[in-house]
Every structure is written in C-alpha cells, then in structure tokens.
C-alpha cells in the first residue's frame, strides 16, 4: 500500500486503538488497499462500503466516514484523487463539492447539513 506520509498514518493508528477510532482506521486501511488493487475510476461511497464490510466494522456513521475520506486523502498516494472525488460525491447543491470548498485540501464531512432560509 503506497502511504506517502508514514508519520502522520502511524500517529492516526496509535491514537485511535478504542473501537471507534480502530474501526475508522481500519476502514481508512482496507480503502487504500482497495484503491491500490483498482487502478481506474471509483466510487468513493461504495468504496468506503465496501472496506466497512470487508474489516466487519458494523456499519460506520457519517461522521466516520468523514474521517476515513481525511486519512485517505492525507496518507495514500492516490489521496488527492480521493479527496476531489469524496467532495464532489458528497456535495449536497449544484455547484458545490470541490468547486465550493473554500479551503484548499479540505475534506466535506457528509455527516454535517447545511440549512438556509429560503426565498
């Protein structure tokens, strides 16, 4: 599995050993080896599903796979790739996902909602 940031994956792995915490970085684990044996275009929700039933991680939240999207995209050597896509996947209006993140390398968290007034 190409990690390209060593330091900050093994900091991750050591601070996450509760249940909660292991089973984002077991998830965030099985993804990279997911995308390391698939070379092509993905889909990152069936790919974070997939890893989740592969490690038998019970099914993560949101909010967890907000935080497997983040290991991912700082840790893999298609990360990046991953971290555009996952934005673009998890944009909730026109125009939003990457274009609308406002802070460079950013990951969107799906388990936040926006909610705005209308017209």
């Given at each position: 599995m190409p990690i390209t940031?060593?330091?900050?994956?093994?900091?991750?792995?050591?601070?996450?050993?509760?249940?909660?915490?292991?089973?984002?970085?077991?998830?965030?684990?099985?993804?990279?080896?997911i995308l390391d044996d698939?070379?092509?275009?993905?889909?990152?929700?069936?790919i974070v599903c997939q890893a989740d039933k592969e490690v038998k991680a019970g099914g993560i939240t949101g909010f967890m796979a907000g935080c497997v999207a983040q290991m991912v995209s700082k840790c893999h050597?298609?990360?990046e790739e991953?971290?555009?896509?996952?934005?673009?996947?998890?944009s909730i209006q026109?125009?939003?996902?990457?274009?609308?993140?406002?802070?460079?390398?950013?990951?969107?968290?799906?388990?936040l909602i926006t909610i705005s007034k209308r017209k």
């Open positions: 940031n060593k330091k900050t994956w093994t900091a991750w792995e050591k601070a996450n050993d509760d249940p909660y915490g292991k089973a984002c970085v077991d998830v965030a684990r099985q993804v990279m080896k698939n070379p092509g275009d993905f889909d990152t929700h069936k050597s298609r990360g991953f971290r555009r896509k996952w934005n673009n996947d998890n026109d125009g939003g996902g990457e274009k609308a993140n406002k802070k460079k390398g950013a990951v969107i968290n799906p388990a």
